[in-house]
């Protein structure tokens, strides 16, 4: 799956927070901004904080600051930092361990309004989540976030959490080749690329690409709330922090309060058909984002039309490949207007940006988009996201398989087909082992509130109507015609409200007697370009991933 890591945009794209939130189900793209490995060393060890109120202790957990030096955000702030040790194989707890970061941000209410620990995950795989908890409790209508304690982590091989994966640093960096296989000498090269990136992880990490799958994830979240001495915990994933939260729910079912999935992962589909999936919907909502470009044809001179503007858009990638500039290739372009089928929140930027390119023929706006989406120079999301999906589940190891799949859906659908596929093929020779994924079971959690825009093209809409059959005691909440991903808490007050409804006491829509949504919202309105930064506010705090 293409996964839109958080960690994306922090200069001129409203698209900025959004992007950080998520996981691309078949992309991923990278993981906040980590330093150096040089730099992760020196801040791994968690300086002491001051002593803080009765409620900061948990069974003995000792909190402190966290690492700034990857979260700049949390210095000074409000969230503290420890670090638990859980097993690295959980079939033998006394071998080797590995080292999770853990973050809590405690509750502001009184005790009488206390709600209890919810923990936050903002998709990926790969994608970090030490600093969540205060992207997201402020956002919570009326003051609910804070009867909560928040809490977030870095799952294994993420971020501040060790080992941290990294395979091969500068794999993304540009300019890369056409990722349409159209010769021998394309796909040589994509091939060779993959397989070496699989081989790297497996060299550098041979014991951990063996147990970094959604179950261990999932294992992790429960050593968590053992170490916080709680009996229940809530929880509220983005993306694949959905299929996280049903994996949970699975195993740790009496453990589960409340659950809120926003953009849910349908678990018939993990891992390689998920990508298909996709390629299909980011194809149509590409095509709408051309025919919205093509409405400012006055303000952007991409084309008058949405026929015009689409083929505008392959003519560029076309003259990329022949003609790449600097750093910025065809793939990196292809890269940064996948963002287009995403969300609606960077619409205008990145329309600037191209109008830059094509019209005004300077690259650095659009390399920026890029540059701010993939992260060259660090892959530790990408390698998370590899190792997560490649061992959570059986992938063809046919590259005969995955040609004939690509090539019959680049035919119809050409926007992300092949650039999905080449980000998964280190699947393909993957060395770890893969598994067979939980089977979901949702008749025992008592209370789930599901979320989704109805033409989501990273996790499609068929996965949330698929997740409420699973789970009898679920409510969903759609928003036709949406096409943004896992925005939840970004402004929208019919959904935002609902959600405080039912963290404050879970309150959610009646369930109806059908195979549909339960309440319907208007999703957030496409942006205009003349108003590029109306709502800040908005794009602040969509750092999930």
């Known amino acids: 799956m293409h996964r839109l890591g958080r960690g994306a ?11 950080r939130r998520v996981f691309r189900q078949g992309s991923s793209r990278r993981i906040v901004a980590a330093a150096s490995a040089a730099l992760c060393a020196a801040v791994l060890g968690l300086a002491p904080s001051p002593p803080a109120t009765a409620a900061a202790s948990h069974r003995g957990l000792h909190w402190g600051t966290c690492p700034w030096a990857l979260y700049p955000d949390l210095r000074n702030g409000p969230e503290h930092c420890t670090r638990i040790r859980v097993p690295l194989n959980y079939a033998h707890p006394g071998g080797r361990h590995v080292t999770l970061a853990v973050s809590i941000l405690r509750h502001t209410s009184s005790a009488a309004n206390y709600r209890g620990v919810i923990f936050v995950n903002p998709g990926g795989p790969g994608s970090p989540g030490l600093d969540l908890p ?3 409790e402020p956002f919570v209508p009326h003051g609910i976030g804070g009867r909560y304690d928040w809490v977030g982590w870095d799952p294994r091989g993420v971020g501040a959490s060790t080992p941290t994966m990294r395979c091969q640093s500068n794999y993304f960096k540009g300019p890369r080749r056409s990722y349409t296989p159209s010769t021998k000498s394309l796909r040589h090269y994509w091939l060779t690329r993959t397989k070496r990136y699989a081989a790297a992880c497996a060299r550098k990490y041979p014991a951990l690409i063996d147990h970094i799958t959604t179950a261990d994830s999932a294992r992790d979240m429960e050593s968590i709330r053992k170490a916080l001495g709680v009996t229940k915990i809530s929880f509220y994933g983005f993306s694949y922090g959905t299929y996280l939260g049903q994996v949970y729910s699975t195993l740790f079912p009496t453990h589960l309060r409340y659950m809120v999935l926003d953009s849910t992962v349908d678990p018939r589909r993990v891992w390689y058909g998920a990508n298909l999936d ?8 590409a095509q709408i984002y051309f025919k919205w470009v093509a409405q400012y044809d006055d303000v952007f001179h991409l084309g008058k039309t949405q026929k015009a503007v689409s083929a505008r858009y392959y003519d560029d990638l076309a003259r990329l490949a022949r003609s790449p500039k600097g750093e910025l290739g065809p793939a990196e372009f292809a890269d940064a207007m996948t963002g287009a089928a995403y969300y609606r929140f960077g619409w205008v930027d990145l329309a600037q940006a191209w109008h830059a390119l094509d019209v005004g023929h300077k690259a650095g706006p659009m390399k920026r988009q890029y540059v701010d989406l993939d992260l060259p120079g660090d892959d530790n999301g ?31 659908y050409p926007f992300l087909t092949w650039n999905n596929a080449w980000y998964n093929a280190p699947c393909a020779f993957w060395k770890g082992k893969s598994h067979t994924p939980v089977k979901i079971r949702g008749h025992r959690t008592k209370s789930v509130l599901l979320i989704d825009e109805t033409l989501d093209a990273a996790t499609p809409y068929e996965g949330s109507l698929e997740v409420r059959r699973l789970y009898p005691h679920s409510s ?5 015609g949406g096409t ?4 939840s808490l970004s402004g929208d007050r019919c959904v935002d409200n609902k959600i405080a409804a039912y963290l404050k006491d ?6 109806r007697a059908w195979d549909g949504p339960d309440a319907i919202c208007k999703p957030l309105p496409a942006p205009r370009p003349h108003a590029t930064r109306a709502n800040l506010r908005q794009s602040d705090h969509l750092r999930r991933a």
């Open 134 to 136: 205060m992207e997201l």
């Open 9 to 19: 945009d922090d200069s001129l794209s409203a698209t900025s927070s959004v992007l």
């Open 382 to 412: 990408f390698a998370v996201y590899s190792a997560v999906q490649c061992s959570d589940a059986h992938w063809p190891h046919s590259w005969a398989r995955w040609q004939k799949d690509n090539k019959a859906y680049a035919a119809k």
């Open 484 to 487: 943004t991903h896992a925005d």
């Open 506 to 511: 879970g309150t959610r829509p009646q369930r």
């Open 278 to 285: 996709q390629d299909k919907a980011f194809d149509r909502n």
């Open 476 to 480: 969903l909440i759609a928003e036709p």
